[in-house]
């Protein structure tokens, strides 16, 4: 059957991250198909320029467009990220991890966390993160290529990398116009035109008089969406009742100390704070609700917790978190901010914009525009946007920081019904629930569990298959083979030379 009616042209409107992360992927992707894409970007609309740490499925992006991580790490300034330490969330002075890899090992179909839970019940204090060695590793600053050859079992983990947002947009831009053929046009659009009878989008006018037309657009203007918003009047979904920070100020410094492969996010009086350590920079921010601290106090406060001298002024930003009703309209597609933005707490927008593009690869419509293809897009992304919120819920919703009124009020909050069952069973006996589309799974749930020391109520009967000799036996075998695995591993500074090299 001949393909009839073919996309031909895609103009991407934004060339922020989103923006070379679409055009990059789409241009691999379409090589053979003799599809012009274009990547119009203004010059005097600045992209966000925060966005500096990412999860492990990054990787496979790198993977998909043909660069390795030491390239990528070499043109960002970029480290490591093992997963983020949890500062004073349950309350002062209590910290724990939230690593990019599993606990221990399931035995006989059975979740090693319910061992784990079985020897609680029984008196062994021992934490969940002592049968983590990627937490081990992130703890002691060190660093291992862990799909290569894993020591054991338990060596499996993954990584994702932190980078400098700027250079990794400019990294991709390199790549995409000087290897991939796509044009970059350098413009403020300040007109959108649309077709009388249908409402499709047909072109863009430029400030300086230039028209640009295609078959499909992609909005990846950042907050304003500018194609999808504006000019198709799609609505947003204000999540802000439910996660209340609405704005960061954001101010690199100097570092001081060593180059810690995770990052931090620390909670203070009214949001938190995130520190990610760059090789030549500690990128810094302060996350608030507004409704609870001034612009000027959380300036004053993050600067006051700087470990090194300021490399730039504060950047504040204000944002709604929540989502656009619909990311696929006609011909229109949403990336990026122009889609929707949760905070950063887990970094998840980049990972967005890039199951975003992945899925209009799968979706890939022609010039009928089915709108099937639209309703299924949507689904899917409407449901991880939902699933990352639940989880982000969780980790305001289990703070025990009494006595502070933004802590108080999101233990209040009315919790959405999946979350709601999802901690019921948890409670109950420590069963996971998945759902579809879930970006983060048990290992990742579990960690906030015992971080903020949820505990069910029972553990799984299926764990009492072993006496407790054995349990004592393979518990400490676990944790030998852990100190075996660390013993392998070099310092995270050794790690990224070892990429240069
Ligand atoms: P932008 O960076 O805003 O880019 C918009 C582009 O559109 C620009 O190139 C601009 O010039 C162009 N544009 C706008 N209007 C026009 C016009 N009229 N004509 C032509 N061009 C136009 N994500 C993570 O994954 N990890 C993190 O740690 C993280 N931290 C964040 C912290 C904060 C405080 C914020 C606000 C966001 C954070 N993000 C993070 C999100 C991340 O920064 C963005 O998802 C990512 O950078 C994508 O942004 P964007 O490309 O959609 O938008």
Redesign the pocket.
Known sequence: MAQTNPVRSLLI?????????AATWLAGRLARQNIQITV????????????????PAIRDYFRDIGVTEAEVMAATQGTVKLGIEFRDWKREGDSFFHPFGLYGMPSRGVAFHQFWLKRRAEGDATPLAAYSLCTQLAMANQMMDPPVSPPNDLGVFNWAV?FD?GLY?QFLRRKATSELGVTHVD????EVSKHPETGFLTG?T?KEGRVLEADLFID?????S?LLGQQLGVGYEDWTHLLPCDR?V?MPCERDGPLTPY?RSTALAAGWQ?R?PLQHRV?N?Y?YSSRHISDDEATATLISRLEGRALAEPNL?R?QTGHRHRFWEKNCIA?????G?M??LE???????QSGVERLGALFPTLDFDPALADEYNRITTLEYERIRDFLLLHYFANRREGEAMWDQVRQVTLPEPLVHKMRMFASRGTMVRYEWESFHDPSWLSMYAGFEITPRAYDPMADYFTKPELDSAFSRMRAAITRARALAMSHEAFLSSLKA
Do not use: K, N, Y
């Open positions: 409107v934004g060339g922020g991250t989103a923006g070379w992360m119009v970007e203004s010059p005097d609309i600045r992209t966000v320029g925060v966005g500096e740490a990412t999860v932190h947002a947009a413009g403020t659009v300040v863009v430029l990846c203007s950042g907050f304003r500018l960061a954001a990052t995130w990610i990128g921010g996350v930003l944002f990336l990026g901010l122009a889609a933005f905070e950063p970094s998840t927008s980049i990972v967005l914009v």
